[in-house]
Every structure is written in structure tokens, then in C-alpha cells.
């Protein structure tokens, strides 16, 4: 069985152009979770999907934006780049509520490193 | 709102010696979970043993084991025969319950180093 699969592994950018990041669920996952993770600051929430609608946000400014597809990927979209948006940005799915003890599982990709020039 | 502290940035261990690292949480609720995360210089993230607050038993995983005290809100992760393999950053996590999926509070990690 495939894991989450991230692309593209490394994304090099230059301040206030736009980044798109992309995730593909395990097959039958219908959550998917964004995280920063920033240098000596762990993982910092940034948004969840589930069922193609966004059912939470960290605390992040609206320039972070995704969506979710009907086949349950997921888009993490970030405008304006800034210096400190450089980070690895990492993507979760979870299977649906009530698939026993996994429910309560996080399966993560290998992440996008995104450096912002 | 949750909060998930690591008060150890770094540690070092002894190929095969034992290790503990320490992890505390605030939190109201009465039930939730606490997870420990392994990450390795590839980056993936691996889930390395899961606790739920409502049972007593600590969780172990071959020579992974927790000491899970809920009343000081203390959730420490004991690695027995520490292998080099061992080797990673370590997330230590928190989850509120609810009847679907709710995203993890993550600590800011510690960097373990087993040195041969």
C-alpha cells in the first residue's frame, strides 16, 4: 500500500512570488492535515480537510490557502512569499471516523522543503 | 487551547544504554491521547507508541515505553537499548477526542543522539 506522497520534495522560490504543494492521501484516507515545520519551532498546525471541506486553521494569515479534491489530495497554497515562510511543510492523512484504533492515527508524507530566496 | 512542552532541545545516549525524554501537556479535558513521534533524517515522520488517557497501563512498544502520569500531566517516552538507528528527532503529541478526526498539538522536539 502507497503512503502519503508529497510533491515536489524541494521548491525554491524568491519573496512575493506563490507556492503550490501537493499531497496525495493513503488510498481510503479522507483527512488531510498541513504542518509547518520551521527550524526549533516543531510542527505548527495549518489546516485540515476532510470530506473536501476545511474544518480547521492555525493560526497562520489568510495568504495560506489550500483545498481538497475529490479524490481526497490536497493542495497547500501559500501567496506573497516571505523569508520566513521557509520550511518543511509536511502533509497527514487519517482514515474516515470509526476504522477502529487507526482513527486516531496520523500517517505523514516526507514533506516539501520550501526555501524562500 | 492545548499545549505540548519538550524541555530538552538535545540529548545524547550510549549505544545500548536506556534513555528517557520528557514531555509534559496542559490541557481541561478528561480524555484524550498522546502520541510520540519519531523523525529521521529523511524526515518521515514515524509513530513510535500511543497512550490513551483513560487507561491506566502504560503503553510499550518492544523497547519503546511510556510513563504516562496524568495527574502532573507528564507523558515521558523510555527507550531500553538504545541502537543508533535510534537516531532522530522525537515529537511528543497530544489529540483531543471528538467523534472524528481533530488535528495534533506537537512539542517542539528533542534531538536524540546514540553514539556508538
Known amino acids: 500500500e502507497a503512503g502519503v506522497t508529497q510533491s515536489p520534495t524541494h521548491l525554491i522560490k524568491t519573496r512575493g512570488q506563490q507556492a503550490t504543494l501537493r499531497c496525495s492521501p493513503i488510498?481510503?484516507?479522507?483527512?488531510v492535515y498541513w504542518y509547518q515545520q520551521a527550524l526549533g519551532l516543531g510542527l505548527q498546525f495549518l489546516l485540515w480537510?476532510?470530506?473536501?471541506?476545511?474544518?480547521n486553521r492555525g493560526n497562520f494569515p489568510p495568504r495560506f490557502s489550500g483545498r481538497q479534491f475529490p479524490n481526497y489530495s490536497s493542495e497547500l497554497n501559500v501567496n506573497a512569499l516571505e523569508l520566513e515562510d521557509s520550511a518543511l511543510y509536511l502533509c497527514?492523512?487519517?482514515?474516515?471516523?470509526?476504522?477502529?484504533?487507526?482513527?486516531?492515527?496520523?500517517?505523514f508524507g516526507s514533506g516539501t522543503q520550501l526555501s524562500v530566496l | 487551547a492545548q499545549t505540548v512542552t519538550q524541555s530538552q532541545p538535545e540529548m545524547s545516549v550510549q549505544e545500548a544504554e536506556t534513555v528517557t525524554l520528557s514531555c509534559t501537556y496542559d490541557?481541561?479535558?478528561?480524555?484524550?491521547?498522546l502520541f510520540w513521534y519519531k523523525q529521521p533524517p529523511s524526515r518521515q515522520m514515524i509513530l513510535v507508541i500511543r497512550?490513551?488517557?483513560?487507561?491506566?497501563q502504560n503503553a510499550t512498544e518492544n523497547r519503546f515505553s511510556v510513563n504516562f502520569q496524568k495527574a502532573a500531566k507528564s507523558f515521558s517516552l523510555k527507550i531500553s537499548d538504545s541502537q543508533l538507528g535510534d537516531t532522530a528527532m522525537y515529537f511528543c503529541?497530544?489529540?483531543?477526542?471528538?467523534?472524528?478526526?481533530?488535528?495534533?498539538?506537537f512539542g517542539k522536539g528533542t534531538r536524540l543522539s546514540v553514539i556508538a
Open positions: 497527514a492523512s487519517s482514515p474516515p471516523p470509526g476504522q477502529g484504533s487507526a482513527n486516531e492515527k496520523l500517517f
Open positions: 488510498s481510503g484516507h479522507t483527512s
Open positions: 480537510y476532510d470530506e473536501g471541506e476545511e474544518r
Open positions: 490541557t481541561s479535558e478528561s480524555n484524550y491521547y
Open positions: 497512550q490513551e488517557a483513560y487507561k491506566q
Open positions: 503529541a497530544f489529540m483531543k477526542p471528538s467523534s472524528g478526526n481533530t488535528p495534533l498539538v
